[in-house]
T-cell receptor, first 110, second 114 residues
Framework: GQNIDQPTEMTATEGAIVQINCTYQ??????LFWYQQHAGEAPTFLSY????GLEEKGRFSSFLSRSKGYSYLLLKELQMKDSASYLC???????????FGKGATLSVSS | DTGVSQNPRHKITKRGQNVTFRCDPI?????LYWYRQTLGQGPEFLTY????????KSRLLSDRFSAERPKGSFSTLEIQRTEQGDSAMYLC????????????FGQGTRLTVV
């Protein structure tokens, strides 16, 4: 089976740093994806981790610990436009379905 | 190619009617997925195609739901005898045929059953 857990809501202020956590349990691990989804829009790909460690991409970084079944997305220098839902996802064991968590809704205020 | 295209963007239908949605994936993508998303939830997997073959179906896909991808390009998702609980955003995604790769999503079709 597969289970992905994320916090449901988070708030932060402009310019701050926020960390969005994700814990997962999968039968076979093929890597961990992060997607961003603005209200009423499609999810867009942010990052993919398959090896342990931190992957940095501009203001966004993603971390993975396979032994702990844990990942986080780190957003730096927050901007109002970062207000969105952040979805953690992993493929099922067969690699035929990308399974999503419920998403963490981030609200950035000025 | 401008990405994954879905239509219609919005559909309002009366309970009991049939509806059909269309998805045009990115042209070189062999894999195609359908998802359903309700407010405050992440996308829920419905079904997966590799070329024209439907290789995976979720238990969420009741017998009122059917999906096709006849020529391995565009796909359709039909819901028969719609119910109010079918109201949701229906998302289509596509990806390349490699072991693990990111999926690219369309804008979705928002279905409202009244």
């Amino acid at each position: 089976g597969q289970n992905i857990d994320q916090p449901t809501e988070m708030t932060a202020t402009e310019g701050a740093i926020v960390q969005i956590n994700c814990t997962y349990q999968t039968s076979g691990f093929n890597g961990l994806f992060w997607y961003q989804q603005h209200a009423g829009e499609a999810p867009t790909f942010l990052s993919y981790n398959v090896l342990d460690g931190l992957e940095e991409k501009g203001r966004f970084s993603s971390f993975l610990s396979r032994s702990k079944g844990y990942s986080y997305l780190l957003l730096k220098e927050l901007q109002m436009k970062d207000s969105a839902s952040y979805l953690c996802a992993s493929y099922n064991q067969a690699g035929t379905a990308l399974i999503f968590g419920k998403g963490a809704t981030l609200s950035v205020s000025s | 190619d401008t990405g994954v295209s879905q239509n219609p963007r919005h559909k309002i239908t009366k309970r009991g009617q049939n509806v059909t949605f269309r998805c045009d994936p990115i042209s070189e993508h062999n894999r195609l997925y359908w998802y359903r998303q309700t407010l405050g939830q992440g996308p829920e997997f419905l079904t997966y195609f590799q070329n024209e073959a439907q290789l995976e179906k979720s238990r969420l896909l009741s017998d009122r739901f059917s999906a096709e991808r006849p020529k391995g390009s565009f796909s359709t998702l039909e819901i028969q005898r719609t119910e109010q609980g079918d109201s949701a955003m229906y998302l289509c995604a596509s990806s390349l045929e490699t072991t693990v790769t990111e999926a690219f999503f369309g804008q979705g079709t928002r279905l409202t059953v009244v």
